[in-house]
């Protein structure tokens, strides 16, 4: 007879239950007023808790979007853990390709959440250092699909998979953005094709 996994205790069921009410609240107030706008008050009154309760979770309203920031960049970064070992070029071209459409389309859904946090990088050093350690996450991730291609014979080895992974992020972070902001009329599908034909086209060699 299987045993059934025990149940969280009450206490700290009610605690996770008070986390998770701030988080939707800060969501929610963040989207509404924008990250300078938006008050530590405004959420904890929108998720109906006491101001000590509160601050045993968050200390600040910079520490809120951080925690909403790691759970929409870790779907990103479910995107960048596509398997990738290739044997040819034109397989390298299919799964960037869509490793890209995936990448802006996630930008396209998200578009609320992300237009708070690219308000907040410029304003808050806390959301700034995540922002940065981010971006280094998914640069390492993507040094090694590159490593992985030189290794194989099928890209340049007389580029520096770091610094191409760099440039490489950069790129679909600008256009990340662009699409957050949705000011340039801009078609995913258009800037998938041309991101993905430009970087396969300058690294990958066969």
């Known amino acids: 007879m299987t045993k059934e996994p025990d149940r969280l205790p009450a206490r700290k069921l009610k605690s996770l239950q008070t986390r998770m009410k701030l988080l939707a609240a800060g969501s ?42 790691d759970d929409v960049m870790n779907r990103f970064y479910d995107i960048a853990e596509f398997s990738f070992e290739p044997n040819t070029k034109v397989e390298a071209y299919g799964i960037i390709e869509k490793q890209v459409s995936a990448f802006l389309e996630m930008a396209n859904e998200e578009r609320k959440i992300l237009k708070v946090v690219e308000e907040a990088i410029g304003v808050s050093e806390e959301v700034r250092k995540k922002w940065q350690t ?15 291609a030189q290794k194989n014979g099928l890209a340049r080895r007389d580029v520096d998979c ?4 760099r440039g490489w992020f950069y790129a679909n972070e600008m256009y990340l953005w662009d699409i957050v902001r949705n000011d340039r ?20 060699i066969q």
């Not at 981010?134 to 992985?148: L, Q």
């Open 134 to 148: 981010i971006r280094e996450r998914f640069i390492e991730r993507i040094s090694r699909d590159v490593a992985f």
């Open 28 to 69: 929610d107030i963040f989207i509404k007023e924008g990250f300078q706008k938006a008050t530590i008050s405004q959420i904890i009154k929108k998720a109906e808790t006491g101001y000590g309760t509160a601050y045993v979770h968050f200390k600040n309203k910079d520490d809120i979007l951080i925690v909403l920031m």
């Open 162 to 165: 770091t610094l191409v992974a």
């Open 185 to 204: 009329d801009l078609l995913v599908n258009d800037v998938v094709h041309n991101l993905t034909a430009m970087y396969t086209g300058g690294l990958y």
